[in-house]
């Protein structure tokens, strides 16, 4: 069985702090994908990365990067210089491959940006 | 959201009235899936389908029923509506096969209100 845990549950920061925002998976497949998703407070859900298991490779993006590291099943998420416009509920998420996979989602982590 | 439609975006309903959230998504993805985002539960997988003529249980089954009409639609029904279904659902689809796994678009929600 899969699973994903966001352990934070509410951060708040002062504007340009920086922040990092932790997800762990469990899976026993050995290829997956792994997902970052932004909802502010309007409710769309917003994609910002997605990432394969073959794929170690950190990435950044502007104020964003990510930090995969399967060692530790860990794929976390920093902002840098945080705004307020950060602010949102951002959630992990694992796919397992296959043609029957289920996307799992952790609880997601509550940001909140203060100015 | 480009490519998935949800509807209705808002709905009241009495207790043991039914009713069926409409899904629809126009990138020919093979798998869909209904989730219920409720406060500090996170995303939670009621139903999913794979593909086309397969559907399965998700996380929390209870009380929903669902239909995947053919490639592009997938609906979920709420026979007898209980309080307890008092959520905001998403509707996802995702295209799972082959290593290039696709990024998971969502439906823009639909705020569910039983009384």
């Known amino acids: 069985a899969q699973k994903v845990t966001q352990a934070q549950t509410e951060i708040s920061v002062v504007e340009k702090e920086d922040v990092t925002l932790d997800c762990v998976y469990e899976?026993?497949?050995?290829?997956?994908?792994l997902f970052w998703y932004k909802q502010p407070p309007s409710g769309e859900l917003v994609f910002l990365i997605r990432?394969?298991?073959?794929?170690?490779q950190n990435e950044i993006s502007g104020r964003y990067s990510w930090n995969f590291q399967k060692s530790t099943s860990s794929f976390n998420f920093t902002i840098t210089a945080s705004q307020v416009v950060d602010s949102a509920v951002y959630f992990c998420?694992?796919?397992?491959?296959?043609?029957?996979?289920?996307?799992?989602f952790g609880k997601g982590i509550t940001l909140s940006v203060r100015p | 959201n480009a490519g998935v439609t949800q509807t209705p975006k808002f709905q009241v309903l009495k207790t043991g009235q039914s009713m069926t959230l409409q899904c629809a998504q126009d990138?020919?993805?093979?798998?869909m899936y209904w989730y219920r985002q409720d406060p500090g539960m996170g995303l939670r997988l009621i139903y999913y389908s794979a593909s086309e003529g397969t559907t399965d249980k998700g996380e929390v089954p209870n009380g929903y029923n669902v239909s995947r009409l053919n490639k592009r639609e997938f609906s979920l029904r709420l026979e007898s509506a209980a309080p307890s279904q008092t959520s905001v659902y998403f509707c996802?689809?995702?295209?799972?096969?082959?290593?290039?796994?696709?990024?998971?678009?969502f439906g823009e929600g639909s705020w569910l209100t039983v009384v």
């Open positions: 990138m020919n993805h093979n798998s």
């Open positions: 996802a689809s995702y295209r799972t096969v082959g290593r290039s796994g696709n990024t998971i678009y």
């Open positions: 899976t026993r497949d050995t290829t997956y994908y």
């Open positions: 998420a694992l796919s397992e491959a296959g043609a029957n996979s289920k996307l799992t």
């Open positions: 990432r394969n298991s073959f794929d170690e």
